[in-house]
């Protein structure tokens, strides 16, 4: 007849096999993501990284080179359409029509120039590579086409924000007459009723 092992007897032959099967998947894993990470960075960001730089940190841009630029990445995106996001290869149409038919663009470039370059930097850390630090790593923020752009998407933001905070005291004043005038009334038929 088998003999019934204790507890600690079954932990220390289970917990090491679980311990070492979710390592080896782990290693698995990582391995895998770092080389789809790589291909991600050689086909896809670092190219598209190296042609939207200079636009990046300049406020000074000609709209003929840009459009050439953001064609080219257009180009590098649809010829990697496994390793871009959809909504980015969407974005990066829309702006090529939206430059060749001389409409206002200035959102739609910030959201692909911010999308290439947080993904850019974001593989660098995953695969390892050095970054940039300090303020070079944020120069953008000091564009003036880029603060312009979210100052006005803060102007819009805090548009609602005061609108709401405006609605709140006028509710209040409201909501507190109407109660005033309900306990008036209340009080009133009461009055009557003796």
Do not use: C
Request: glycine fraction near 4%; avoid cysteine; aromatic fraction near 12%.
């Amino acid at each position: 007849m088998l003999e019934q092992l204790p507890l600690t007897e079954i932990a220390k032959i289970v917990i090491p096999g679980i311990i070492a099967f979710m390592t080896g998947r782990y290693l698995s894993r990582h391995s895998r993501n770092i080389n789809a990470a790589q291909e991600q960075f050689d086909k896809a960001y670092l190219p598209m990284y190296k042609i939207i730089e200079p636009y990046l940190y300049s406020d000074n841009e000609d709209e003929r080179e840009l459009l050439i630029a953001v064609k080219l990445i257009n180009q590098i995106a649809n010829k990697n359409k496994h390793l871009v996001p959809e909504i980015l290869r969407l974005e990066l149409n829309s702006l090529v029509n939206r430059m060749e038919s001389k409409d206002n663009y200035a959102f739609l470039i910030d959201f692909v120039s911010w999308s290439i370059e947080k993904r850019y930097f974001q593989l660098l850390s995953i695969l390892g590579y050095p970054r940039r630090i300090g303020i070079f790593n944020h120069m953008h923020a000091f564009s003036i086409r880029r603060l312009t752009a979210r100052l006005r998407r803060l102007d819009l933001l805090l548009g609602k924000v005061i609108l709401v905070l405006l609605f709140i005291p006028i509710f209040i004043l409201i909501s507190t007459f109407l109660y005033n005038l309900f306990i008036r009334v209340l009080t009133f038929i009461a009055g009557l009723s003796t």
